[in-house]
């Protein structure tokens, strides 16, 4: 039994307790079989704990694989994400530029018709400004030669009275003294009629004058008129920045796992061997044998692993 065949050679008469070398025997298998069950359990327990800490390194090795897959499909879907989002505020950014440029060249466009509508009034006035002025001047200058013409004639009036008088004054035969003094009351009367004509043509041409001059007075005073209601000409707006790219957020690509991430590939414990209970049992039953050999006196020959031993006797 296990391993180990003996046999026994009885060199004398049987004289053993049988009894007694039976149970020995029993006594021996029953261990070997007790060891065997015992080595067969550990061995059985031995195999169930490597076959699952196996399986279980296997699951956890493609849990952390599918980890890594699930993170890698991540990060690749938020790139794309922060790709589609940056696209759109950038393209938002540009129509709202291009929005605004167009705005800006309209405003612009109406400041311009609101100019040259204002340098259209400007014009017309400065052009009824100086029709005005001319107006008033042919006014004041035919004054001026109505006044002219009316004072001539009473000048003439004057000295056709005078001249009447003087021919009367001969007519009548006037002569001496009395005729040089009625000669000279004429031509003094004719001298301070002429003085007076002459004094108000002076102050006609005076007043000729201030009227002219406070005609270009009020024109110059419509001008700066016209000038202070005159538009500026606008100015065009620099042009706003072009908008910048919407900055992209970086993502940290998922590290590939290596095999030290999965750690240690389990091994499996040391077997338990039946061989020593079965030579435990063997040794036993050899013992009862010895023993009983012993005590009874006879003398037997056995062979144990190709070797002849004596138990007993003398």
């Known amino acids: 039994m296990g391993g180990t065949i003996c046999t026994w050679l009885l060199s004398e008469d049987l004289s053993v307790d049988p009894i007694s070398a039976i ?16 080595a067969d359990a550990q061995n059985a327990a031995i195999n169930a704990q490597h076959k699952y800490s196996t399986q279980a390194w296997r699951y956890g090795k493609r849990s952390t ?54 340098e259209k009034i400007y014009g017309q006035q ?7 002025q001319a107006a008033a001047n042919e006014a004041e200058y035919r004054k001026m030669e109505d006044t002219m013409k009316e004072m001539a004639f009473q000048n003439q009036d004057i ?27 004429e031509f003094a009367a004719l001298g301070r009629n002429q003085a007076i004509l002459a004094e ?26 016209a000038e202070a209601s005159r538009m500026l000409r606008p100015d065009r707006l620099p042009q706003p920045p072009k908008p910048l790219a919407t900055p992209r957020a ?15 590939k389990p091994v499996k414990g040391a077997m338990a061997s039946s061989t020593g209970s079965w030579m435990g049992a063997a040794t036993q039953g050899l013992s009862s044998i010895a023993g009983a050999i012993g005590s009874s006196g006879s003398k037997y020959d056995f062979t144990l692993g190709g070797r002849t031993n004596s138990l007993g006797g003398a």
């Open 23 to 38: 149970l020995g025997i029993g006594s021996a298998v029953m261990g070997g079989l007790a060891g065997q069950a015992e």
């Open 65 to 118: 694989m599918a980890d890594w897959r699930h993170s890698t499909k991540q990060w690749r879907l938020n790139e794309k994400n922060e790709e589609t989002l940056g696209a759109f505020k950038d393209a938002t950014n540009l129509q709202d530029w291009l929005y605004n440029l167009k705005i800006q060249d309209f405003e612009y466009a109406s400041q311009m018709k609101q100019y040259a509508k204002s």
């Open 126 to 132: 400065l052009t009824f400004n100086q029709m005005a």
């Open 159 to 185: 000295v056709i009275k005078a001249l009447q008088s003087e021919g009367i004054a001969a007519v009548k035969g006037q002569q001496g003294r009395s005729a040089e003094k009625m000669e000279q009351a």
């Open 200 to 225: 108000s043509l002076l102050s006609a041409k005076a007043d000729t004058a201030s009227a002219l001059r406070k005609i270009a007075n009020d024109k110059f005073g419509a001008d700066l008129a």
């Open 250 to 264: 970086e993502y940290l690509k998922p590290r590939k796992p290596k095999a030290f991430d999965f750690g240690p």
